[in-house]
Structure formats: structure tokens, C-alpha cells
């Protein structure tokens, strides 16, 4: 049984929930279609957020600080035919953001 809110994790955890109930099992990677960077999203984000996205500037993973060994070049993709599909990021971004941003208003 899965009683867990869906308030404020978007399209990927609302859709994982389902697969689960469907019986899903195994390792399973699932995410909104298309592909950015992290810089991308975080403009984007900050830009639905009303927030001036000049102020978010582009690193390399060596300029960013992290224990963990980074990939220069890595892409998380659905690839079960078994899993739903998720609309394009750029799609879903905006109610996550508004999710988010009533969570701390």
C-alpha cells in the first residue's frame, strides 16, 4: 500500500507510485522527457520563480565542490518499456516550482 503525498515531487514520483501499484519491480529509472543540465534547469527554475536568471552562472563539475567523482558526460533516461511516459521537462517544471514555492511562502 502506498500512502505517501504527491505534494511538491511532480510528474516522475506521481507516475513511479503508479507503476509500483501495477506490480513494477526491479531497478527503474524514470524521468521527464528531453535532456538539459543542471545549469539549464536551474535557470529555468529560478526564471518560473520570478527570480532574475542572470544570477545563476554555469560551473564545471571541478568547480563544483563534491566528494563524489562527477562523469564528464551523463544522461539519466527512461529506458524500460515498461514505465509510463513523463512530458517534457520543460512542461512539468512550472507546477513543480509552484508546488515548491508554496511550500515556503
Same mark, same amino acid.
Given at each position: %500500500?502506498? @500512502?505517501? !503525498?504527491? +505534494? &511538491?515531487?511532480?510528474?516522475?514520483? !506521481? +507516475?513511479? =507510485? *503508479?507503476?509500483?501499484?501495477?506490480?513494477?519491480?526491479? =531497478?527503474? *529509472?524514470?524521468?521527464?522527457?528531453?535532456?538539459?543540465? #543542471?545549469?539549464?534547469?536551474? +535557470?529555468? $527554475?529560478? /526564471?518560473? $520563480? &520570478?527570480?532574475?536568471?542572470?544570477?545563476? *552562472?554555469?560551473?564545471?563539475?571541478?568547480?563544483?565542490?563534491? %566528494?563524489? !567523482?562527477?562523469?564528464?558526460?551523463?544522461?539519466?533516461?527512461?529506458? %524500460?518499456? /515498461?514505465?509510463?511516459?513523463?512530458?517534457? #521537462? +520543460?512542461?512539468?517544471?512550472?507546477?513543480? =516550482?509552484?508546488?515548491?514555492? @508554496? %511550500?515556503?511562502?
Amino acid at each position: %500500500r502506498f @500512502g505517501f !503525498k504527491s +505534494r &511538491g515531487l511532480g510528474d516522475v514520483y !506521481k +507516475r513511479q =507510485v *503508479h507503476a509500483l501499484r501495477d506490480g513494477l519491480t526491479g =531497478v527503474a *529509472h524514470l524521468t521527464n522527457e528531453e535532456q538539459t543540465t #543542471w545549469f539549464q534547469l536551474a +535557470r529555468a $527554475a529560478v /526564471d518560473l $520563480a &520570478g527570480i532574475d536568471p542572470s544570477r545563476v *552562472h554555469p560551473c564545471t563539475s571541478e568547480e563544483f565542490p563534491t %566528494r563524489a !567523482k562527477r562523469p564528464t558526460y551523463s544522461v539519466l533516461g527512461t529506458e %524500460r518499456s /515498461d514505465l509510463p511516459t513523463l512530458p517534457p #521537462w +520543460r512542461e512539468s517544471l512550472p507546477q513543480l =516550482v509552484r508546488e515548491q514555492i @508554496g %511550500r515556503i511562502t
